[in-house]
């Protein structure tokens, strides 16, 4: 199954950068052994609308368009479903399982996600009740990713 990420903002070179991409990394290589591949990392500007619904609405429409056809659409949001390190790689294995070829994780902008895509959205997802900043939370979900395949491949990078 093809994994991607899709972000509003972009990192900029730094800590947070090297970090996140450390993971995707990671994830990248321990993935194909467990069926998982890092498709993407899709990251786009900011909105500049003068409203946050009209910026929303943009920023969606760019998800949107690089959403690939009947893939599975997790969205981050901090109203979301809480989920443990082992229920989110289940899920993730699960997916892959029942044949899905690709699952998008979707972070949205400063203003949040565009209500629409809760309707096509298979999961909304919270990494804590917390608001983040948009840099850790990329941080946060690549390493749940790289995580993920550990769990799912018995590695014993994952202790309880």
């Given at each position: 199954m093809r994994v991607s990420l899709f972000a509003v903002g972009r990192l900029k070179t730094g800590?947070?950068?090297?970090?996140?991409?450390?993971?995707?990394?990671?994830?990248?290589?321990?993935?194909?052994?467990?069926?998982?591949?890092?498709?993407?990392?899709?990251?786009?500007?900011?909105?500049?609308?003068?409203?946050?619904?009209?910026?929303?609405?943009?920023?969606?429409?760019?998800?949107?368009?690089?959403?690939?056809?009947?893939?599975?659409?997790?969205?981050?949001?901090?109203?979301?479903?809480?989920?443990?390190?082992?229920?989110?790689?289940?899920?993730?294995?699960?997916?892959?399982?029942?044949?899905?070829?690709?699952?998008?994780l979707a972070i949205g902008g400063a203003d949040g996600l565009d209500p629409d895509l809760y309707d096509r959205a298979h999961m909304v997802l919270n990494l804590g009740s917390m608001t983040w900043p948009h840099q850790v939370v990329r941080i946060l979900i690549a390493e749940q990713l790289y995580r993920a395949v550990t769990i799912l491949s018995g590695h014993p990078y994952h202790r309880v």
């Open positions: 800590p947070e950068k090297e970090l996140a991409s450390r993971y995707l990394d990671r994830f990248a290589k321990a993935g194909p052994a467990t069926g998982l591949e890092l498709s993407r990392v899709v990251e786009i500007a900011e909105s500049r609308a003068a409203n946050p619904q009209t910026r929303k609405k943009e920023e969606g429409s760019a998800l949107e368009k690089s959403l690939p056809d009947s893939a599975i659409l997790v969205l981050l949001d901090e109203q979301g479903k809480s989920l443990s390190s082992e229920a989110f790689a289940a899920m993730i294995g699960g997916y892959r399982d029942n044949g899905k070829r690709d699952l998008m």
